[in-house]
Nanobody, 126 residues
């Protein structure tokens, strides 16, 4: 049974930073692409960042490029999202996700991710 548990969300002023963490269990973590998505009230869940199984390749949504950094520690079964220069429009519930199939490349397509965490709230005040 795959489990993804996010932590690190909270309230921060615009311009500040937060680091989200996601602990994974249930499958061989290093075999799977991981991603971060977010969902603001009244909006669709959208792609934020993705990282390859070995951590070499990453991709970001244009809205966060240069401000957010995704990383992973395969020894600890963890994936992280370092968020800097936060803006009020970054306010959302942030979800960690694991790609359904092993040994695939990075993707921003929500439907390619088969497992999701419960989400962690990030609120950025102006």
């Amino acid at each position: 049974q795959v489990q993804l548990v996010e932590s690190g969300g909270g309230w921060v002023q615009a311009g500040g930073s937060l680091r989200l963490s996601c602990a994974a269990s249930g499958r061989t973590f290093s075999n799977y692409v991981m991603g971060w998505f977010r969902q603001a009230p009244g909006k669709e869940r959208e792609f934020v960042a993705t990282i390859s199984s070995g951590g070499v390749n990453t991709a970001y949504a244009d809205s966060v490029k240069g401000r957010f950094t995704i990383s992973r520690d395969n020894a600890k079964n963890m994936v992280y999202l370092q968020m800097s220069s936060l803006k009020p429009e970054d306010t959302a519930v942030y979800y960690c996700a694991q790609r359904a199939l092993a040994w695939r490349g990075i993707t921003s397509t929500r439907g390619e991710y088969g497992y999701w965490g419960q989400g962690t709230q990030v609120t950025v005040s102006s």
